[in-house]
């Protein structure tokens, strides 16, 4: 099983890794699109006041700036590390053991602005991009990467994917059609079996659950075996009336 999480908006600055490497991320063929992105972040950088304007900064953001501009040469950190945010703060990867790290590593991928999908223990260093930016010098992010992030997910050959990313990040990388999947919205539900979806406990239960998957090393090959796993640890997990998505009921 592969599992697909957004990024945060907030993030961990510094780290003890050297500087990006991008041709040892995962998925080592987006390193045009990858060096692409960063090169028009790194250059955007040069110029403050057109900075902000692309990137929404305000006032008290426009450090982030700097941070952008140092992209290259910055320190690094395994990226489920980087980011912070509820879905993350649930995740706390810094508690987990070697063998759920691991399990991480082995099984997640971070749906990154910059640097398209990233294993979760890929060292990258902080910057600020949202999905929706348009970068001066390359295409609008969704054109930039959808082409190329869906390809390579397919390449990945995985059994079944669970796609946690919201949807503005799912359009940079649609898991192709063929490819096994399901897309995960959290609910609530209420006493006459109505359910109303959920904003802040979305990310919260997202992290929660990846964090379940880790500790308990899951072995999963298909949505069946997603909705068993589910049920036998306490969650509940099950296929959305009329839609070919998972709702995990909180």
Partial sequence: MLVLLPPSETKRAGGTGGPLVMDELALPQLAPQRRAAVDALVELSRDPDAAARVLKLGARQLGEIAVNAGLKTAPTMPAVD???G???DALDSASLGPAARAWLGEHVLIQSAP???????????????????ALPGIPPLRRHWAAAGSAALGELNASFVL?????????????????????????SAGADGTVRALNHFNKHAKGEF??????????????????AWADVNGWALREAAGSAELELVV
């Fill in 163 to 187: 796609d946690l990313r919201s949807d503005a990040y799912v359009a940079l990388a649609p898991v192709p059609a063929e490819v096994p999947s399901a897309f995960v919205r959290v609910v």
């Fill in 82 to 84: 980087r980011y912070t």
């Fill in 210 to 227: 990846t964090r379940a998957l880790a500790l308990s090393s899951a072995v999963v090959g298909s949505q069946a075996d997603l909705i």
């Fill in 86 to 88: 509820v879905l993350f």
């Fill in 115 to 133: 640097f398209g999908p990233v294993a979760a223990l890929d060292p990258i260093p902080a910057y600020r991009l949202a999905a929706g930016t």
